[in-house]
């Protein structure tokens, strides 16, 4: 029985996906604590996507594909911002434009030009097949917004919760914003590699969103977060080896499990201790057990 | 109140303070940031001077045109206005948060940019402008004011925790710290932001609506500490829609429409004849039917400043007469 339990431990490529996939997961879920208090989910989604054309050039012109799919995701924000601050159209609509368009040029590029990159590695990824240089990409990517966060992780949380005050005390704003930017695009890309462009957007808002519920302070919520993403990463890229199926549709459906039964029994953000509190309001104390 | 630990706490750590800046200064090299965010003594006399400036937004929208405000020492001054008239880019343009197109904004004779650096601006924002429910405890929104005092990591050093327990104790919340700021009654998270300023010690210290969603008791409180910081050399300036608040704490007052059409003291200024050409309609305004104000004397020798609408908007009183709860 032990021994069947251990048996992904076994082989390589298991135990690479497994610790790539925590890794990736660990970092997602530090950086979606920001992308759910900045309400960057969608902003995050669309990096995510525009990754797709950056890894299609890289290809053809030969460079770490890592590097392409980054400056991919940054123009892509670039452009975001640069419609919404320019012109009368919103957010949501600048992000739906821009991302689509080059999600759109990613899918024409790959198939003008026929590579090693398989559309549906980028779609859906597929962690088990990691080429060791990929694998040492990922872990460079994770180092970085380690450290980046490791600096600047605190002014990022002013910025976060006061741009004003941030800016009042002679704060760069703007640095900080492109610096979370940029963590979250190399998350992106790291991600996209564990469970591909669709889904990497649930890596960075699911374990943000569930340690949300549990505490009410930031260091708690990153190291909630950070435990929960990589926890959650790893044991779905254990689990999928028992259930053969999609490395990353098993790590999403696990962090989204976990969210629904702390979104329900939270002790004080949860859906039952709001119910508990309307009850106590609405009857006076004394009249229940 | 019992204990009082700060003054001990930092009278024991003054040994090691010069050592501590030292550190602090290596590290700030090692970070590659300057050696800047010392906290300057209080100059003799602190002016705030905005001289004609033009704020357009990248859409075109001239917000403020022209604009000179100057005030000459420690004053509370109250900028009155209706909605879009340009408080709040008057207040961005003091804080840094846009470039004038023209004229220049000067604090102490240093840039804003200066003064943000030595940790003058402060900011108490408006309560629908914070999110609540940000994880965040009262101890961490205070201590955020000394962040422009913090080497590059943001490491508080003990001078730092005592600047915020006596920010906390100033407004009398000190038992609150580590509450999460939503679960605060409107004059506490109020108070809390207050703290952030005086622990940052700002010099100039801008204040939006101060007292929106704040009980008459908490009102009292911060017009009190208000004219402490007055005395204490500050320039205090408040953007606010409460005009029948205006005469009790504000020894100054600039109207703004577009630009800063009368600015003076409290007696020459918030006058009705002011007032009405700070908060009539212009006639475009009238043209495309938006509401006016008009003034009418109540009864009992006040002057209600009533909207279009019928809603009263204000009550001007006369000088030295009691204000009705």
């Known amino acids: 029985m032990i021994e069947e339990l251990l048996l992904p431990f076994d082989y390589e490529y298991m135990r690479n996906a497994m610790l790539i996939s925590g890794v990736i997961g660990a970092v997602c879920g530090l950086l979606s604590c920001f992308v759910a208090l900045k309400g960057w989910s969608l902003l995050g989604d669309a990096l995510s996507h525009a990754v797709v054309p950056g890894v299609a050039l890289a290809w053809i012109l030969g460079l770490p594909f890592a590097l392409g799919a980054f400056a991919s995701g940054m123009l892509a924000a670039w452009f975001m911002g640069f419609i919404r601050r320019n012109s009368r159209i919103r957010e949501d609509a600048a992000i739906g434009i821009v991302f689509t368009a080059f999600f759109g040029a990613g899918l024409v ?181 | 109140m019992t204990e009082r630990p700060t003054i001990s706490a930092a009278a024991a750590a003054a040994p090691f303070r010069f050592q ?73 343009a003091i804080m840094g948060m846009v470039r004038p197109a023209a004229g220049e904004v000067r604090l102490g004779g240093h840039t804003v940019a200066e003064a943000q650096r030595l940790n003058w601006v402060a900011y108490v924002p408006q309560n629908e402008e914070v999110d609540w429910s940000f994880p965040v405890s009262v101890r961490d929104v205070v201590m955020m004011g000394r962040y422009g005092y913090m080497n590059g990591l943001r490491i508080p050093s003990a001078a730092d925790r005592a600047a915020v327990e006596q920010g906390l104790r100033r407004v009398g919340m000190q038992g609150f710290v580590d509450r999460q700021i939503g679960q605060l009654s409107g004059g506490q998270k109020k108070r809390v932001f207050l703290a952030r300023a005086l622990a940052q010690d700002g010099r100039v210290i801008l204040l939006d609506e101060p007292f929106g969603g704040v009980d008459v008791t908490t009102q009292e409180q911060i017009m009190a500490l208000l004219r402490e910081l007055r005395a204490e050399g500050r320039i205090i300036l408040v953007s ?76 001007l009183e006369p000088q030295g007469m009691p204000r009705q709860p």
């Open chain 1, 109 to 289: 590029l790959l198939t003008l030009f026929p590579s090693n990159i398989r559309l549906r590695t980028i779609v859906f990824g597929n962690v088990l097949g990691i080429a060791p240089g990929d694998a040492v990409q990922m872990l460079i990517v994770a180092a970085g917004v380690l450290l980046v966060m490791a600096l600047r992780g605190r002014d990022l949380v002013l910025w976060a919760f006061d741009p004003t005050h941030a800016r009042a005390i002679g704060l760069d704003t703007r640095l900080l914003q492109t610096l979370l930017l940029g963590c979250v695009a190399a998350v992106a890309v790291a991600a996209m590699v564990a469970v591909g462009a669709v889904l990497v957007i649930a890596m960075l808002v699911a374990p943000g969103a569930t340690a949300y519920l549990l505490t009410d302070r930031f260091g708690r919520m990153m190291a909630g977060a950070t435990a929960l993403g990589g926890g959650s990463a790893f044991i779905g890229a254990y689990l999928s080896y028992f259930l053969d199926g999609s490395t990353g549709g098993v790590i999403v459906c696990l962090q989204a499990l976990i969210f629904v039964i702390v979104l329900v029994f939270a002790p004080q953000h949860g859906l039952l201790a709001a119910r508990r509190a309307r009850q106590r309001a609405s009857h006076p104390a004394g009249s229940i057990a």
């Open chain 2, 20 to 92: 501590r800046s030292t550190i602090r200064e290596m590290g700030e090299k090692l970070l590659g940031q300057s050696a800047r965010r010392r906290s300057a003594t209080i100059p003799t006399r602190l002016d705030l001077r905005a001289s004609n400036v033009t704020v357009a937004y990248p859409n075109g929208h001239v917000a403020l045109r022209d604009a000179s405000l100057t005030l000459d020492g420690p004053t509370i001054c109250g900028l009155l206005g209706v909605n879009g008239a340009g408080k709040s880019t008057l207040f961005k």
């Open chain 2, 240 to 315: 606010t829609h409460d005009l029948a608040s205006v005469p009790e704490f504000c020894d100054q007052v600039a109207l703004v429409k577009g630009t800063v059409i009368a600015a003076g003291p409290t007696e020459t200024v918030f006058t009705p004849t002011q007032i009405a050409r700070a908060f009539g309609a212009s006639a475009a305004q009238q043209a495309a039917g938006q509401a006016s104000v008009s003034l009418r004397p109540d009864g009992d020798g006040t002057t209600l400043v009533v909207a279009a609408d019928g809603r009263v908007l204000g009550r």
